[in-house]
Structure formats: structure tokens, C-alpha cells
């Protein structure tokens, strides 16, 4: 089953824009991961926010979490034509480690 | 380093013949987890292994599915009696299990598309 809902379903914007994706989920967690995914195949982990914390940072990526209202953002700024790929949030509800995926954002960036 | 391995990365199969999917996870890494995407179900929770504990197999759809891990290492998913809505990308992956740093990280291995004629 899937945990939440990840909003646009698909982006397409120029480069050297910016990028915004959201991801909601249903349950408590201890952290929340967004993935990269190029071609089907697989997955490239690109920061994880833990519950207690509401906003991280990394190179171009920035991530905010607010358990209030369940959801998580994942900016990508200043977007390059590498940047095309799907994204997905993850999120880990216990101790297993067992992620709980969204439906994925598949973002286009044009040259 | 080496990151997750997996093998084949494809696999074309008839309708009722079994397979087995492979999975070399990254040395040291004591958590081993499958999952599989497909077009109508997005990425699912297949099986979860940590170390020498009971497998978590609550995500496995049917009992045409089953996974083993040896000696704490390689991991093989097999699925007997495929079926058509078994076609996906099996993915594996593996974490080195903890609650520090980047312990949490999973790490993805590129997959194995199963086609089921």
C-alpha cells in the first residue's frame, strides 16, 4: 500500500528554474527520504529529514518536513537539464527501516 | 566501494515458469530489503531481512512468492508460477542499520525487469 500522495504528478519547467515537489503521507514516522529515479530503474537516495527536524539542506536540494500537517517538500533550485528525472518520497514508520513510497513527481527540465 | 549488485537485469519468462532474482547487497550492510515497482502499484514493500531475525514478509502478495538470504549476504527472490501481473522492476536494497548518521540510507541496487509472456 502506498503511504501518501505526492503532488504534481509531473513538472516541466526550463532550466535554470526552480522545482518544487510535495509529498504527504498518512501515518507517524521517524523520517521521511527522497529518492531520484532516472530510467525505471534504480534508486539514488538524496536526503533523508528526520521527524524532529523541519528543514535540511543539501547542495541544491532543500527539504522541509512538518509533521502537523504530514507533509514534506523537496525544492530543487537553479534546475539543469541533468536534474530530469523521477522523484519520490519514502517514508520509514518504525525501527525496519521498511520504506513506504509516494507515487513519485517525473519532472522535465528543458534545455 | 561497490554498491548493491543485482542480477539479471532483465528476465523474460513464460507464464507459469519460476524464476529467481539475485542480490548482492553492500559488504557489511546487515538490513536487506526487496521491492517492486510496477506501472499499476508504484513501488512496494516486498521482504525485509535483518541480520539472523525472522524475515519480515508482510509485504509478499501471494505465497508464489518467497525470499531467503545466506549466510547473512546474498539475497534470491523467487516467484513460482509466474504470472502476468508479476512483470516489474524488483529492486533491492540494503542499509547498514542504525540510528546514526547515514546509517539510515538505503542503498538501491539498478534492478531486475521481469517480464512474464
Known amino acids: 500500500s502506498q503511504q501518501g500522495e505526492e503532488d504534481p504528478q509531473a513538472l516541466s519547467i526550463q532550466e535554470g528554474e526552480n522545482a518544487t515537489m510535495n509529498c504527504s503521507y498518512k501515518?507517524?514516522?521517524?523520517?521521511l527520504q527522497w529518492y531520484r529515479q532516472n530510467s525505471g530503474r534504480g534508486l539514488v537516495h538524496l536526503i533523508l529529514?528526520?521527524?524532529?527536524?523541519r528543514e535540511k539542506h543539501s547542495g541544491r536540494l532543500r527539504v522541509t518536513l512538518d509533521t502537523s500537517k504530514k507533509s514534506s517538500s523537496l525544492l530543487i533550485t537553479a534546475s539543469r537539464a541533468a536534474d530530469t528525472a523521477s522523484y519520490f518520497c519514502a517514508t520509514d514508520e518504525g525501527n525496519t527501516g521498511k520504506l513506504i513510497f509516494g507515487q513519485g513527481t517525473t519532472l522535465q527540465v528543458k534545455p | 566501494g561497490a554498491g548493491v549488485s543485482q542480477s539479471p537485469s532483465n528476465k523474460v519468462t513464460e507464464k507459469g515458469k519460476d524464476v529467481e532474482l539475485r542480490c548482492d547487497p553492500i559488504s557489511g550492510h546487515t538490513a536487506l530489503y526487496w521491492y517492486r515497482q510496477s506501472l499499476g502499484q508504484g513501488l512496494e514493500f516486498l521482504i525485509y531481512?535483518?541480520?539472523?531475525?525472522?524475515?519480515?514478509k508482510s509485504g509478499l502478495p501471494s505465497d508464489r512468492f518467497s525470499a531467503e538470504r545466506t549466510g547473512g549476504s546474498v539475497s534470491t527472490l523467487t516467484i513460482q508460477r509466474t504470472q502476468q501481473e508479476d512483470s516489474a522492476v524488483y529492486l533491492c536494497?540494503?542499509?547498514?542499520?542504525?540510528?546514526?548518521?547515514?546509517?539510515?540510507?538505503?542503498?538501491f541496487g539498478p534492478g531486475t525487469r521481469l517480464l512474464v509472456l
Open positions: 501515518t507517524s514516522i521517524n523520517n
Open positions: 531481512f535483518q541480520g539472523n531475525s525472522a524475515p519480515d
Open positions: 536494497a540494503s542499509r547498514k542499520k542504525g540510528l546514526a548518521g547515514d546509517q539510515e540510507t538505503q542503498y
Open positions: 529529514i528526520r521527524s524532529n527536524e
